[in-house]
């Protein structure tokens, strides 16, 4: 049995977004006719109305089906748009449709901003949501009785999912078919499309390393750099504050205004980071692992892998790792 799914799109929608999850569900659909598997996705992109929609690159896709309560499918996806709340306020409509279809949809889903339709709607009240970085503070401000967690690439409460900015869609999406077809259908998908699989939802939306660029002082970006390229070492406070000509206590107040963190966090931040590449990408001791990255002891990893993403480094690397390899050591 096909899967009905809507990819609803509005004057101004980001084409990016409803081309690749359509792209995902399309390639989903030739890899299961080529293992002589039945089912899959019957995926129409959906509007107020039949014809033409302008996108904000102002190229237009054709919208096949009429936005209708008549008519609902089993999983609604609705994009985001460079001028959210504008897009809201013309397209009243879409809101009132989730507002009444809720309770028959399977699944709703929204991508990037376009969590506000769905927030409007009243459907993410009480539930922890994510959009794009960018407007994730004025969604908790219009929407107080949302949690927002904005450092994440997409997360599933329930039948409602959502997602981060643009390519984070398609991490969703090959999500969702993994959920549905099998990984190893969403695998040959992640191939086609030349992506990574395995980001996981609640991975950041934000690395260390862009962070870093991020930061408007260069002397405090150099020495950012800096701690990357050396996180196998002992970096203490009087090291790094040497580093940019500033008392300990001058650096650590600079620091957390240039990038919002303490030094600390961000060390332990890419430290992690850096664990995580190389227990997905290879087949390392998970001790040698934690002293390249700069932990002490394969126990403080362990211990930093549980509070931040609540899970073990070898159990991260069963479920994650390249090689899928669920019986490496940690000596």
Same mark, same amino acid.
């Given at each position: 049995?096909?899967?009905?799914?809507?990819?609803?799109?509005?004057?101004?929608?980001?084409?990016?977004?409803?081309?690749?999850?359509?792209?995902?569900?399309?390639?989903?659909?030739?890899?299961?006719?080529?293992?002589?598997?039945?089912?899959?996705?019957?995926?129409?992109?959906?509007?107020?109305?039949?014809?033409?929609?302008?996108?904000?690159?102002?190229?237009?896709?054709?919208?096949?089906?009429?936005?209708?309560?008549?008519?609902?499918?089993?999983?609604?996806?609705?994009?985001?748009?460079?001028?959210?709340?504008?897009?809201?306020?013309?397209?009243?409509?879409?809101?009132?449709?989730?507002?009444?279809?809720?309770?028959?949809?399977?699944?709703?889903?929204?991508?990037?901003?376009?969590?506000?339709?769905?927030?409007?709607?009243?459907?993410?009240?009480?539930? &922890? =949501?994510?959009?794009?970085? #960018?407007?994730?503070?004025?969604?908790?401000?219009?929407? +107080? *009785?949302?949690? @927002?967690?904005?450092?994440?690439?997409?997360?599933?409460?329930?039948?409602?999912?959502?997602?981060?900015?643009?390519?984070?869609?398609?991490?969703?999406?090959?999500?969702?078919?993994?959920?549905?077809?099998?990984?190893?259908?969403?695998?040959?998908?992640?191939?086609?499309?030349?992506?990574?699989?395995?980001?996981?939802?609640?991975?950041?939306?934000?690395?260390?390393?862009?962070?870093?660029?991020?930061?408007?002082?260069?002397?405090?970006?150099?020495?950012?750099?800096?701690?990357?390229?050396?996180?196998?070492?002992?970096?203490?406070?009087?090291?790094?504050?040497?580093?940019?000509?500033?008392?300990?206590?001058?650096?650590?107040?600079?620091?957390?205004?240039?990038?919002?963190?303490?030094?600390?966090?961000?060390?332990? &931040? =890419?430290?992690?980071?850096? #664990?995580?590449?190389?227990?997905?990408?290879?087949?390392? +001791? *998970?001790?040698? @692992?934690?002293?390249?990255?700069?932990?002490?002891?394969?126990?403080?990893?362990?211990?930093?892998?549980?509070?931040?993403?609540?899970?073990?480094?070898?159990?991260?690397?069963?479920?994650?790792?390249?090689?899928?390899?669920?019986?490496?050591?940690?000596?």
């Amino acid at each position: 049995m096909n899967i009905t799914v809507d990819i609803i799109i509005y004057p101004g929608f980001k084409a990016l977004e409803a081309v690749g999850a359509l792209s995902v569900f399309k390639y989903a659909n030739a890899h299961l006719k080529r293992r002589g598997r039945g089912g899959g996705y019957d995926v129409k992109l959906t509007s107020l109305v039949v014809g033409p929609v302008t996108s904000e690159t102002e190229i237009p896709l054709f919208a096949e089906k009429k936005l209708s309560t008549l008519n609902i499918p089993h999983t609604a996806i609705v994009v985001g748009a460079w001028d959210i709340e504008g897009a809201v306020t013309n397209a009243p409509e879409i809101v009132e449709w989730f507002r009444s279809c809720a309770a028959q949809l399977q699944r709703t889903i929204a991508l990037c901003s376009g969590a506000f339709f769905l927030a409007q709607s009243g459907l993410l009240n009480g539930k &922890r =949501a994510t959009t794009h970085w #960018a407007v994730a503070d004025m969604l908790q401000t219009s929407h +107080p *009785a949302i949690q @927002i967690d904005s450092d994440c690439i997409f997360l599933q409460q329930g039948k409602v999912w959502t997602s981060a900015g643009v390519t984070a869609g398609l991490d969703l999406a090959l999500a969702v078919v993994e959920q549905d077809l099998g990984a190893d259908i969403a695998l040959d998908v992640a191939r086609d499309l030349v992506v990574y699989l395995r980001r996981q939802g609640g991975q950041s939306q934000f690395s260390a390393h862009l962070e870093c660029h991020a930061t408007q002082d260069l002397s405090m970006r150099e020495l950012q750099n800096w701690m990357l390229a050396n996180l196998d070492k002992d970096l203490a406070a009087p090291e790094m504050a040497s580093r940019v000509a500033m008392s300990i206590r001058n650096f650590n107040r600079s620091f957390k205004k240039e990038t919002g963190t303490t030094p600390t966090a961000f060390l332990m &931040r =890419a430290r992690i980071e850096a #664990a995580r590449r190389m227990l997905e990408e290879g087949n390392l +001791p *998970a001790k040698t @692992i934690a002293a390249h990255s700069g932990f002490k002891t394969y126990d403080a990893m362990r211990k930093a892998f549980q509070t931040t993403l609540g899970i073990s480094p070898l159990v991260y690397r069963d479920r994650f790792g390249a090689a899928g390899d669920g019986d490496a050591k940690a000596q």
